[in-house]
């Protein structure tokens, strides 16, 4: 798992910002709308920009971070965990200079409007934010900034990107972001038919949705069993996989192993790890115990 614990503050700062609006994508995926008044100096690099999301705890109406400055993390870790901001990683999926507007792409994992529907703290949190819905970001102020992975060197051929639901705005940023022509090949996993989206994109993409409920069996990793199977373009190869942190291990370790990609033209992160909270995964980070991505 790639999270870092505590993403660099420069040349990022944190915003407090409300809900403006929220849109149903399909069964899975919300759209959460932002606005706040400083809002106009988010500047993302686009692709995959990262960022960090605070909400409050259940019984608190905006979230509690006692520490705006550069030892933010340190206080962050001493507060009150029943207390302080519950911190998480997310993608902006798309921002506007006017009005001034954020717009993150939440996978709801199994959260519903209903008070007893599992999930985790922000799918629960998306699943039922309403316009007004106080949180905190933590985004970049330069397109140019540590927060953004997918970076093709020179020469690349095509380009291979794959991932899951969480992945999706990742996959779109992308897409809209690669020049004109590029070679790419796509494999984008999403729970049920209706989470596909329109992905609109200039490069040459050649797109493959695999739907979860559609998958016979029980195949736990219909992605890496999807790019097994494929014949893949001559040339220099760029990936870039994120999604379940098993499967991702799994396909960095298919294309580098048995496709002989280069190690380094292989960009992969685990953004969620299954049976572990974001919490559990920054735990073992800090403790030094999170498994090796090399494994
Ligand atoms: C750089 C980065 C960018 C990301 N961008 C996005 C994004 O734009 N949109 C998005 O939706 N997610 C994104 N994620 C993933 C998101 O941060 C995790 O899914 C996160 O765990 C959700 O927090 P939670 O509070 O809902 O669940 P947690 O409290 O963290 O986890 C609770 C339980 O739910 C499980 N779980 C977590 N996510 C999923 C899932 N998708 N499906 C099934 N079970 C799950 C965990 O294994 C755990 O058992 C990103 C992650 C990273 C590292």
Redesign the pocket.
């Known amino acids: ?4 614990a505590a993403p660099l503050t420069i040349p990022f700062r944190f915003f407090d910002v409300h809900v403006v609006r929220t849109r149903r994508l399909g069964p899975s ?1 919300v759209r959460v709308t932002f606005g706040g008044p400083d809002l106009g100096e988010l500047t993302a690099g686009g692709r ?1 920009q ?2 960090k ?1 605070f ?1 409050p705890q259940p019984h608190q109406d905006a979230p509690v971070l006692k520490d705006r400055g550069e030892g933010w993390y340190t206080t962050w870790r001493t507060q009150d965990p029943a207390e302080r901001a ?1 911190m ?6 798309a921002h506007r200079a006017d009005p001034a507007e954020l717009d ?8 519903g409007p209903a008070a007893t529907d ?9 699943a039922r934010a309403e316009p007004g819905d106080r949180v905190t970001v933590l985004a970049p102020v330069a397109a140019d900034n540590g ?1 953004v ?1 997918f970076r093709p060197p020179p020469g690349t051929d095509w380009i291979l990107i794959t991932g ?7 996959v779109a940023g992308i897409l809209e972001w690669l020049p004109p022509g590029t070679r790419a090949k796509v494999w984008i996993e999403v ?1 049920h038919a209706d989470d596909r989206q329109e992905l609109p994109t200039l490069a040459d993409a050649d797109i493959t949705w695999i739907v979860r409920e559609e998958v016979p069996g029980d195949h736990r990793q219909p992605l890496l069993d999807a790019v097994r199977a494929a014949e893949l373009p001559e040339g220099a190869p760029y990936a870039w996989i ?3 942190a098993g499967t991702v291990k799994a396909l960095r370790r298919h294309l580098v192993r048995e496709r002989e990609f280069e190690r380094r033209a292989v960009k992969f ?13 920054i735990a073992e980070l800090t403790a030094g115990t999170a498994p090796s991505d090399e494994d």
Do not use: C, I, K
């Open positions: 798992m790639t999270t870092t995926m995959d990262r960022f999301l909400l519950v998480r990683s997310y993608t902006v999926r993150v792409d939440f996978a709801l994992h199994g959260a599992t999930g985790g703290p922000a799918a629960r949190w998306a927060g992975d899951d639901e969480t992945a999706l705005p990742a729970p994120a999604g379940e992160t685990g953004y969620w790890r299954r049976g572990a909270s974001e919490e559990d995964l």
